[in-house]
């Protein structure tokens, strides 16, 4: 099983659309971040996790031609503004792609872009919502991937926390509680928000999550949702070996 981070940036990505580096060194090109998003892959099976703003240039530049479902982590734009992007895998296959979150995100998914769902005005539908469950297995032919969720911590609201093969993805995340970090723990991978340095009420900052990291001790941590605050050299160069920054186009078996 293949795991790609098609996205690592926060909101605004890096740079932002005003040209702001911030910190990042704009020669190197691990500092140009998309917006969050991966992309899980075992045999003809495929699952997309969040459809960022850079949706569309992120499937072309890792060649990426099929997609049989999508899971959301919450309903925050840079996870979900590319939804409508999909339309061509629902005309490619002639059925309406499934996607799954929780109720929370789904309901305002469906409001927002009724269109998807509900067609109208010579327009078919494009998507099928599925509500997540604590536990549940996607699959097709011989290929499954089992797949469990947590809800953690984003500010005020909460953001969904996928586990799959020893891996767990939580991309926005405040706090974890200790119900959640102790089903958490053996993992091979955690990729895990980390936005700036100062503190800021929906996200981990670098203390929180390496703090997290030395709760939860992963094989390997991977950071992601990454702020123009922290270059990617200077992470690379001042933390532990097992704890990586993300970059686009990061791929990892798991
Ligand atoms: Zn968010």
Redesign the pocket.
Known sequence: MKLIILGCGS?LGSPWITNHWGNCDTKNKYNRRTRCSVFIQKGNLSVLIDTSPDIKEQFLKNNIKDLDNVLF??E?S??TSGIFELKPFSWKYKKKINIYANSRTLKILKNKYDFCFFGGRGYYPILKANKIKKSFKLSKGRNNILFKTFEVD??P?T?TAYLFNKTAYIS?CSGINDKVLHNLKNLNYLIIDCLKFNSHF?HFNIYDTLNIIDILKPKKAILTNLHTDLDYNFLKENLPSNIMPAYDGMRIKI
């Open positions: 909101s982590t919450h925050h840079d996870q984003h500010g609201i953001s926005d929906g």
